[in-house]
Every structure is written in structure tokens, then in C-alpha cells.
């Protein structure tokens, strides 16, 4: 939710933790500071309210240092103030500490620590840690960041400085994501591979439990009693341009249109020609075992979750194995049963996501076999699965998830197809399988070439205050999906439903004011969806809808219509989801919203 980045080295720190910062801001957008030894001695503090531009227009050009820590900030504990963002200092002003994560014991530890005289300046939690470090140093900050630590329950990804130990930081994870990256006569801390991706691709992921001390030159890593632990250097596999917006006006724009080569890459070398199956190597699991699985089971939360609604429908259809996606935030205060021959799926494009991860981790303590779907590498739930497919869909920028989501579905067809063809599925079947998957990228192509259309349409119902969206079957998934991406984003209010259910409660919201947006591609149910289209005519509702060509039978009814290519009736959420995205965006656009940064949310949401 909050980013954090760290300098130490040769050059001046405090242009370096900007941009970082500025990479971070998806991540949380409230507030943000920075913590820069300065070369003139003291502890340089600057925090502020609002966007990095806030920060960086209070921050003296003159401030100069080589190293230094910053933070942007989504708040948990505490208003969104100046004296509130990070980082935090002990009473002397020589410590400064950046906090991702909660403590979940702040209460206790802030009154013993006030008992002995500490006065806190701010009300969150994550102060607790700048006076418990000073309590505990006693020359070395590492042992006083591990005894901190000791006294913490809670998440936390940190990074810490002491003025008596200049160009040292010391950063520690539990729960929130840390990455060391290594440049040459240089280190840099980052809760995201992002912040640092400009300056080195070298990396170290840090592991729940561990500590690391950086030097410019150097870095050790230890878990909280200090023993040693080795560690190896990953390579980042994407450039900086990834993080560049490429002349789009923003980033959802971008990855909405990057969609056709994001899920080319994520079928890139999955796909057995030869015998009509998917090649899934990070499964970890062989053929036999594959085949003895009598049950999938999906966790995720928001976008995601809807992408595993959609695995779960296909993998019943085609595969003929039962499935189901369940909410992690739901699933992971339940006791739920773990059967043997079940195979769960995590599916996250942040691989971070709190409700996600404790469900997973909760889910393998009663013995289940968890895979992971994530996007980023070297998450938090990709190295914790006991296997899984990285989605490859590239860094997501935008709050608003949408490569992520077609690049999801890409990786359940193929797992699909795989399971379906070691089951029912004849040879011939999985060619024309794999023929639909390998032109599916086209088709999104040839869907988003109606941008003008959807903008013009965003242009003639941006005034409505609330949405329906409709979807029958599989396109149920992606109505609830278009109906998030729209309160998200614009904030306006819409609600998905399955098209079937409407007569059930929602058709009393129908009214002349209220617009409809209803998916109804050319397949087994259409029938059934143009009965729903014209129950909401009936009652003077405004329809909009998504469907195959030049529908005439759909042109008839609704008030306008968005045409997508025609495909196999299984592929068609790849298609429909696009027009709702791009729907959603020019919406927001119209309205004057912050698109990448909508408010009250943030990237990946590792707390409750
Ligand atoms: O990183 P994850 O996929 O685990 O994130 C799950 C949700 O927080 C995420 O999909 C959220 O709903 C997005 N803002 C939707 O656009």
C-alpha cells in the first residue's frame, strides 16, 4: 500500500528518493517525505501532504546528502497529515524510520514507551518504531533495529538511519515486500522493483524474518538473531520504459491498449502445438498427479477474483473438473475444509495482497496444495506457492487492473486446456482450442480499434449517477469486473449482475436514469440475455450493448451498441472486458478524475 525507497552511495540522495518516490505513488498516494542525512549534519526531515509534486516543491534544492530513505504513504493509522507521513524520529532527531505494514501492538508499546518519558509526535502506529530503536541503540542499529523488532507484532517492511552511523541503512521485512538492489559502488532499499529499476536491475528479495544492512559498498543479510543468511541476486527482466507512460495520456490507458501483446507474452511458449496442450513448467507437479486432482479451488480479491470466476467456469466446461473462485477475505477467517485431491490456485497481480497471502498460508498449514497466478515476480505469494505460472503481463502502474486480468484468464486457458486434454478433450478439439488462443490477441486488437465509439459513448452517459451491468455465464464475471472498474475509477456507482438474477431484485433500479450496460455476444445464451435486454426496455432503462458484429437483433432493442469480433463462445471475455474497460477510463476522463490514482485506494493492498 505504502512504498518505500532507500539511497546510500556516491551520489546526491535526494533527487534519487524523488523519482523513486514519484515510481512508488501508485502504491499510496496520500502523503509522502523523505529522511536525508545531509551533508551540512543534520537529520533532514521533509514530509507532505498530497502527491510527490507536494513533496518535492518543499524540498530546498540545496538539500544535499548520500544517503537517505523515503515514503509515500496510504493511511491506516492516523489522518492523512504532514506530521503523520514518514519518516518518523526518536526524540533526539537522529533516527528517521519508514514503515510499510501495521503494528499491531503499538497501543501497549506506546504507553510503556511514554511512561518513560517518549512524547510522540504523530498518531500512527509506525512511530512506535523510531523510539523503540532509540530505546534499544546502543551504537550498532542493527542490534537495535532487531530488538525492536523482537517487541513488534504486526507487518512491517522498514528502513531505518542513524545520524551516528552516516551512510548506513538498515532495512528489515515481515509481511510487506523488500528489495535491496545492488549498483556498483551503490545500494538502494525499495518495497517495489520499480523505484530502483533506473538504476540497477541487479536485486535481492528479502524474506520474512530477514535484516539487511547497506553500505554504498556493501550489504549483509541476517535474520533478526543475526546469523548470516546467503542470498542470491536476481536480474529484473523488464526495462524502465515498461514504467513510462509512451506517450499515452495515462497509464491504464496504456496497459488497457498494451493488452494484445500482454497476453501474446503470457502465451508465449505455453502452448504445445504438437499435441494440442498447454505447457505449464512451474506447476510443479507431474502428469499423474495432474490427473488424480478432482476439485480446483480459486483465491482472490477484486479484479483478480473475477478472473478466477471465469478459470473456475471454464475449467468446469471444458475441463470437466468441478472449480470455484472464493474471496480471500472471505475464505481466510472461515475454517475451511481442505480435501486432498483439490488443487487451489492463488491468483494476484501484486503477489502482495494481505487477505490473498494469509488465505494461502492458512490454506497449506491445513495441507493444501497452493499454485500461485502473480504478475510480479519474486512476490511474496510467488515465492510462497508451492508453484505456479507468472503471468508476464508486464509492470501494472494503474490502480485500475487490466492487462493483469486478460493476461489471468490467458494463463486459466491454458491450464484449462491442459487439464481438459488430459481428460475429455480429443486432439482435434484442442487444435481449434489452441487456434482461438493464439488469434485471441488480434481479436482484442480489433476490439480496441472501437476506442471512438466507447469514447463517445462515455461522453453521452458520464452524467448518470448509477450503472447496471449484465452478464449471463461467463460474461458474468466480467459484468461484476466492468461494474469495478467503473465505481473505481469514476465513481460512480454501478453494480454487476448476472442477467438472470436481475428480475430477482436489481430490475427496481431500472429506470429512465439508470443505463444498463449489457454483454451479449452471439452465444448459447443469447436468447436468454435479449430477454433480459428487453425486461429493461420495458422499463424505459437506457441500454448499452456489448455484442458480436452488427447484431441486428441487438441493434433492435438497445439504445447504443459496442460490436467486438466474432470468437468461440468460451474466448469471449477476453473481448467484452475491453469495452467496459475502455468505457470505464473515458468515463473518468469526462468527470476529471485522477485516473491512475483514484482516491482512497492503492495498488496492492497489503493490509486488512
Ligand atoms: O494484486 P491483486 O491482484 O491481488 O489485487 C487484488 C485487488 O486488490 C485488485 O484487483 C483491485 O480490486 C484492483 N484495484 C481492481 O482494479
Known sequence: MCGIVGYCGPKNCTPILLDGLKRLEYRGYDSAGIGVESEKGPLVVIKRVGKIAQLRAAVPPTLQ??????????????????????????????????????????????????????????????????????HYYRGKLEDAVGNALRQVKGTYGIAVIHLDEPGKIVGARCGSPLVVGVGDGEMFLASDVAAIVSHTKQVIYLSDGELVSLSASDYSITDIDHNPIEKSVDEIQWDIEEIEKEGFFCYMEKEIFEQPDSIARTLSGRLDIEYATGKLGGLNMTSRELLAVRRVKIIAAGTSWHAGLVGAYLLESLARIPASAELSSEIRYRNPVVEPDTLYFAVTQSGETADTLYAMRELKRKGARVLGICNVVGSTIARESDGGVYTHAGPEIAVASTKAFTSQLAVFYVFALLMARMRDLSFIQGQRFVEELQGIS????????????????????????????????????????????????????????????????????????????????????????????????????????????????????????????????????????????????????????????PRNLAKSVTVE
Not at 500 to 522: C, D, F, Q, S, Y
Not at 534 to 551: F, L, M, N, S, Y
Open 442 to 597: 488480434a481479436k482484442v486488437r480489433e476490439t480496441l480499434a472501437q476506442r471512438d465509439r466507447i469514447q463517445n459513448l462515455a461522453k453521452k452517459y458520464y452524467r448518470a449517477r448509477d450503472f447496471l451491468f449484465l452478464g449471463r455465464g461467463i460474461e458474468y464475471p466480467v459484468a461484476l469486473e466492468g461494474a469495478l472498474k467503473l465505481k473505481e475509477i469514476s465513481y460512480i456507482h454501478a453494480e454487476g449482475y448476472a442477467a438472470g438474477e436481475i428480475k430477482h431484485g436489481p430490475i427496481a433500479l431500472v429506470n429512465e436514469e439508470t443505463p444498463t450496460l449489457i454483454i451479449v455476444p452471439r452465444d448459447s445464451l443469447r436468447e436468454k440475455t435479449l430477454s433480459n435486454m428487453k425486461e429493461v426496455k420495458a422499463r424505459g432503462g437506457p441500454i448499452i450493448a456489448v455484442c458480436t458484429g452488427e447484431d441486428e437483433e441487438v441493434k433492435a432493442i438497445a439504445d447504443d451498441y459496442i460490436p467486438i469480433p466474432a470468437v468461440d463462445e468460451l474466448f469471449y471475455p477476453f473481448l467484452t472486458v475491453v469495452p467496459l474497460q475502455l468505457f470505464s477510463y473515458f468515463c473518468a476522463l469526462e468527470l476529471g478524475r485522477d485516473v491512475d490514482q
Open 65 to 134: 546528502g548520500h544517503c537517505g530513505i523515503g515514503h509515500t504513504r496510504w493511511a491506516t493509522h492516523g489522518g492523512v497529515t504532514d506530521t503523520n507521513a514518514h519518516p518518523h524520529q526518536d526524540m533526539s532527531g537522529k533516527i528517521a524510520v519508514v514503515h510499510n505494514g501495521i503494528i499491531e501492538n503499538y497501543g501497549p508499546l506506546k504507553k510503556k514507551l511514554e511512561q518513560e518519558g517518549v512524547r510522540f509526535a504523530s498518531e500512527t502506529d509506525s512511530e512506535v518504531l523510531a523510539h523503540l530503536i532509540a
